[in-house]
């Protein structure tokens, strides 16, 4: 383990967790990467300094809380009202100077607080002044996500600050711009911002909302009762405030020879990150992974390396983390890890699977099963939605993924958990179909 050990700077450290013995001629090497950030920051002003900010003096930080006002938001009409009340939950949940606005989305996005193309900067005079402004939060219209995500992008970007984060809140479709529109939209905003999508109801689009919140490396979840949304915005505002380091990449070097086969965080949550890689000088690449906190994620690395003969041993790739600059140099957060490659004619050793690996590898492929399983489910197809579903909840029995377990047995009749036998529901309550599917990337830590 390598620490980043700097006076009130956010400490990082790489844990490495593998088997690296592979038998001869094998191939492929896997690894869980555990990064981990704790500690406190320090202001990013100087060139080429972290984005930091001091612990004490207030985030380095600017949101915009965008608001769906399409005409379905009022009905039933608590979900406007819910809406209102959980924006002013966030704002009062803002700390004293963030740089945040108010955004109203309809087939157009309008600026509700502070106007101006500007951004206010929080205090208990302008938090009263934006929630006085909710006021004027009233449903009609269609629904356009990338300009809502566009006129946030250019509001954020208006401030000299370093974190910069996103809350999106819609009950429905996309269905006034195409999702090419959309698609361009969230390319620009990708890497500027990040954030954080919810569905409120059960007449939006789980996909559109799930794909919103992982190109821009947020969260997306369901709030099916209007009147859970404040407690909903607060947390989310105060995970928000608690970011204290923006723009971290994982770092992969390989030596000649090897090729990164897939890269993808396996907790919190499941999130594909290979296609997401920047070229980083020869051999190395760097993968986003967004803004952080006091905080530590999992994430699995697959190499493939030279075949070999027994007793070869090789650095098959060094992780370092690292804050890509816009010069194009990087400013190195100093925690690092190696994965090896070991070559053994000891059959135990090689065929032994890392516990981490092994349980990282079911909990994506429980997401995996969720989402096909739902799909056939819509499809008509009984016998495959029934097959997938069974697997998934064997997984999650299996890996102790209790949460996962419960969204399950809302859509399914358990017949034997450890076998994966189970029966369609005939009746499901929509919301709770949506829930699974929108929380089925959620994983358990493995227990080390």
Same mark, same amino acid.
């Given at each position: 383990?390598?620490?980043?050990?700097?006076?009130?700077? !956010?400490?990082?450290?790489?844990?490495?967790?593998?088997?690296?013995?592979?038998?001869?001629?094998?191939? #492929?090497?896997?690894?869980?990467?555990?990064?981990?950030?704790?500690?406190?920051?320090?202001?990013?002003?100087?060139?080429?300094?972290?984005?930091?900010?001091?612990?004490?003096?207030?985030?380095?930080?600017?949101?915009?809380?965008?608001?769906?006002?399409?005409?379905?938001?009022?009905?039933?009409?608590?979900?406007?009202?819910?809406?209102?009340?959980?924006?002013?939950?966030?704002?009062?949940?803002?700390?004293?100077?963030?740089?945040?606005?108010?955004?109203?989305?309809?087939?157009?996005?309008? =600026?509700?607080? !502070?106007?101006?193309?500007?951004?206010?900067?929080?205090?208990?005079?302008?938090?009263?002044?934006?929630?006085?402004?909710?006021?004027?939060?009233?449903?009609?219209?269609?629904?356009?996500?990338?300009?809502?995500?566009?006129?946030?992008? %250019?509001?954020?970007?208006?401030?000299?600050?370093?974190?910069?984060?996103?809350?999106?809140?819609?009950?429905?479709?996309? #269905?006034?711009?195409?999702?090419?529109?959309?698609?361009?939209?969230?390319?620009?905003?990708?890497?500027?911002?990040?954030?954080?999508?919810?569905?409120?109801?059960?007449?939006?689009?789980?996909?559109?909302?799930?794909?919103?919140?992982?190109?821009?490396?947020?969260?997306?979840?369901?709030?099916?009762?209007?009147?859970?949304?404040?407690?909903?915005?607060?947390?989310?505002?105060?995970?928000?405030?608690?970011?204290?380091?923006?723009?971290?990449?994982?770092?992969?070097?390989?030596?000649?020879?090897?090729?990164?086969?897939?890269?993808?965080?396996?907790?919190?949550?499941? #999130?594909?990150?290979?296609?997401?890689?920047?070229?980083?000088?020869?051999?190395?690449?760097?993968?986003?992974?967004?803004?952080?906190?006091?905080?530590?994620?999992?994430?699995?690395?697959?190499?493939?390396?030279?075949?070999?003969?027994?007793? %070869?041993?090789?650095?098959?790739?060094?992780?370092?983390?690292?804050?890509?600059?816009?010069?194009?140099?990087?400013?190195?957060?100093?925690?690092?890890?190696?994965?090896?490659?070991?070559?053994?004619?000891?059959?135990?050793?090689?065929?032994?699977?890392? !516990?981490?690996?092994?349980?990282?590898?079911?909990?994506?492929?429980?997401?995996?099963?969720?989402?096909?399983?739902?799909?056939?489910?819509?499809?008509?197809?009984?016998?495959?939605?029934?097959?997938?579903?069974?697997?998934?909840?064997?997984?999650?029995?299996?890996?102790?993924?209790?949460?996962?377990?419960?969204?399950?047995?809302?859509?399914?009749?358990?017949?034997?958990?450890?076998?994966?036998?189970? %029966?369609?529901?005939?009746?499901?309550? =929509?919301?709770?179909?949506?829930?699974?599917?929108?929380?089925?990337?959620?994983?358990?830590?493995?227990?080390?």
């Amino acid at each position: 383990m390598a620490n980043f050990s700097k006076s009130n700077v !956010p400490q990082f450290s790489v844990d490495v967790y593998q088997n690296e013995y592979l038998h001869e001629g094998g191939r #492929e090497v896997n690894a869980i990467i555990t990064v981990s950030a704790t500690g406190g920051g320090t202001i990013g002003s100087a060139v080429g300094a972290p984005h930091l900010y001091t612990a004490g003096q207030g985030p380095d930080a600017a949101v915009a809380i965008m608001v769906d006002c399409s005409g379905s938001m009022d009905y039933p009409p608590t979900k406007m009202r819910g809406a209102r009340d959980a924006t002013a939950a966030a704002i009062d949940a803002l700390r004293d100077g963030v740089h945040f606005a108010v955004i109203g989305g309809t087939h157009i996005a309008k =600026e509700v607080y !502070p106007g101006n193309g500007r951004l206010a900067v929080a205090d208990t005079a302008t938090r009263d002044q934006a929630k006085q402004a909710l006021r004027k939060l009233s449903a009609g219209g269609g629904t356009a996500i990338g300009t809502w995500l566009r006129l946030a992008d %250019r509001l954020l970007s208006s401030a000299e600050v370093s974190i910069r984060h996103g809350i999106l809140l819609t009950d429905g479709r996309n #269905e006034h711009e195409s999702p090419e529109d959309l698609k361009a939209a969230l390319d620009s905003c990708a890497g500027r911002f990040t954030c954080d999508a919810r569905g409120v109801g059960t007449d939006w689009e789980v996909k559109e909302v799930t794909g919103i919140a992982s190109a821009l490396l947020g969260t997306a979840d369901i709030v099916a009762d209007p009147a859970a949304l404040s407690a909903d915005f607060t947390q989310m505002m105060e995970t928000a405030m608690g970011k204290e380091v923006a723009d971290v990449s994982l770092r992969l070097w390989t030596p000649v020879g090897t090729a990164i086969k897939f890269v993808k965080q396996v907790a919190p949550t499941v #999130e594909e990150l290979t296609d997401r890689r920047t070229e980083a000088g020869p051999r190395a690449g760097d993968y986003p992974t967004g803004s952080w906190g006091d905080e530590s994620r999992d994430y699995h690395v697959c190499v493939e390396v030279p075949s070999a003969e027994v007793g %070869r041993e090789m650095l098959a790739a060094r992780v370092s983390l690292v804050i890509p600059q816009g010069d194009g140099s990087a400013q190195n957060l100093g925690a690092q890890g190696l994965v090896r490659a070991v070559w053994t004619d000891d059959m135990a050793a090689s065929t032994s699977i890392n !516990p981490q690996v092994a349980h990282y590898t079911g909990q994506a492929e429980l997401a995996q099963v969720i989402q096909q399983g739902l799909d056939l489910r819509k499809s008509g197809d009984v016998d495959g939605a029934t097959a997938k579903l069974g697997r998934a909840v064997q997984l999650a029995s299996a890996s102790g993924n209790a949460d996962t377990a419960k969204l399950l047995a809302k859509v399914v009749d358990v017949v034997d958990a450890a076998a994966g036998t189970v %029966r369609l529901k005939a009746r499901v309550a =929509e919301a709770d179909e949506m829930t699974l599917e929108t929380r089925s990337t959620k994983t358990v830590r493995v227990k080390k």
